[in-house]
């Protein structure tokens, strides 16, 4: 008997080291092959456009198009994707959201090692795959605790880190330092987070970041 076609996973994160050290666990599985990896939005759009794939190993925090944007658009290019969400964040904004616009499976990254291949077995079956903090998170929002009510829901993954740097109490320029972007590409997010949130002054943006546990009191 043939043994069955090995899962053909993509990778998209922006930290190298973290995409060497996914590939070395799917590596290690005969079951899986890694067909690529990129390291932003736009190529993770432009890969799945070029090579054929069964599973997107997405990361949420990516520079350009980030992965919530990746997830809207990846169906419309490979309507048979699974995506399977490798985050550090178990916010349940992130969930819920990541969930709405379409992932398969949610995993946290301290999690990889032990669950990652499960992951993409059970995405690939059909079958949501969560690592037990987001399954905790989803469960909240069952409870009626839904984080699509929060004002930051709408947010990107970037506009929320320059939110949560606001809040800390750095300037512009070490904002900028800090996320590796330019201090008039942080000015237009602090623009759009006034925008998007209806407030006018920064005291405004760090009561609302406290308050919806972006950072903690001073």
């Known amino acids: 008997m043939s043994r069955p076609a090995p899962i053909r996973v993509l990778l998209a994160d922006d930290h190298t080291l973290v995409r060497a050290g996914v590939r070395r666990i799917l590596e ?6 890694v067909v690529g990896e990129v390291a932003d939005g736009a ?10 794939a069964d599973v997107l190993v ?12 990746v997830l809207k658009r990846a169906r419309a290019i490979v309507p048979e994707i699974k995506v399977l969400v490798l985050s550090m964040h178990a916010e349940t904004e992130y969930v819920a959201r990541a969930v709405r616009e379409g992932a398969d499976g ?5 999690s990889a090692v032990q669950d990652l291949v499960a992951g993409i077995d059970a995405v690939r079956a059909g079958r949501a795959y969560y690592s037990p903090q987001v399954q905790r998170e989803l469960t ?8 699509l009510e929060s004002p930051l829901a709408e947010l990107t993954v970037r506009e929320r880190e320059v939110l949560g740097r606001i809040a800390e109490g750095l300037s512009t ?3 900028a330092a800090r996320l590796g972007i330019s ?6 997010h602090r623009a759009n987070l006034m925008r998007k949130l209806g407030l006018r002054s920064a005291a405004q943006l760090i009561r609302l970041a406290i ?3 972006l950072v903690g009191p001073p």
């Open 28 to 33: 290690a599985h005969p079951g899986i092959t």
């Open 43 to 52: 190529a993770a759009l432009e890969a799945l456009a070029r090579t054929p």
């Open 58 to 69: 997405l990361d949420l925090s990516m520079p350009g198009i980030d992965g919530f944007q």
């Open 106 to 110: 949610y995993l946290l990254k301290d």
């Open 140 to 147: 909240e929002l069952l409870r009626g605790k839904s984080a």
């Open 173 to 175: 320029k070490e904002i």
């Open 183 to 188: 201090a008039r590409t942080v000015e237009t």
């Open 211 to 213: 308050r919806e546990g």
